[in-house]
């Protein structure tokens, strides 16, 4: 396939290289850190009880910029190993194989053997020898399955507190008699108050970026 592209025209390499990018949202997304970044931090909005902060967009840009950070090593070694093809002219299929080999084994680190042995079983492929011989597509959905598995443990384990300040505000209420009164208008001041005092955003956003391998 490599020796059929690099004999198109460079006017119709450039075109496919092109398309291609066009599926960098994607990738982004679906392949990197900013999965679980998102839905961790969707969750801590949600456990939180703050309906229009921080704005979706603003969680948006902190996942992005997070994603960057985590995935700098990777973009520094696909970087590394994608520009002397460039400079020999290669085609686009080789520099997409290329680029495609650092992700693969960043994704490989945080995927259970478990998803990964499903998705080769359902495709009716033969067993690889070793991790080197998965492809980016086999490895790509198992990889969306664990992060979102390892996203919601986390948002579990965040919400465990916001929980128990709910009840404690529910409960006293209730003692009082205020049974018309919502506790979370009461109880949301003071999740924000002990969130702010124990520095969780930087808690979450450390404990984020050392979970993964």
């Known amino acids: 396939m490599d020796m059929m592209f690099g ?20 990738v982004v997304v679906s392949m990197t850190s900013f999965l679980r970044y998102m839905i961790v931090l969707s969750i801590l909005k949600t456990a939180l009880g703050t309906q229009q902060v921080p704005p979706a967009i603003v969680l948006v840009g902190m996942a992005l910029v997070l994603t960057m ?3 700098s090593p990777v973009f520094g070694e696909i970087y590394t190993k994608v520009n002397p093809i460039m400079q020999k002219n290669g085609s686009v299929v080789q ?19 478990s998803d990964v042995a499903f998705f080769i079983q359902m495709s009716h492929a033969r067993p690889p020898q070793s991790a080197k011989d998965l492809t980016l597509w086999e490895v790509a959905p198992a990889f969306m399955i664990s992060e979102l598995r390892t996203a919601f443990e986390i948002g579990f384990i965040i919400f465990i507190p916001f929980i128990v300040i709910d009840l404690v505000v529910a409960n006293i209420l209730l003692a009082l008699g205020m049974m018309m009164l919502s506790p979370t ?7 924000i108050l002990i969130f702010v005092a124990v520095d969780g955003w930087s808690l979450i956003v450390n404990g984020l970026i050392q979970s993964f391998n």
């Open 185 to 191: 208008i009461i109880s949301l001041p003071f999740k």
């Open 95 to 113: 520099i997409m194989g290329t680029a495609s080999e650092p992700l693969k084994n960043f994704m490989m680190r945080q995927t259970r053997q």
């Open 69 to 71: 950070y985590t995935m």
């Open 7 to 26: 004999k198109l025209d460079p006017a119709l390499q450039l075109i496919i290289l092109m398309a291609s990018l066009s599926l960098v949202p994607f």
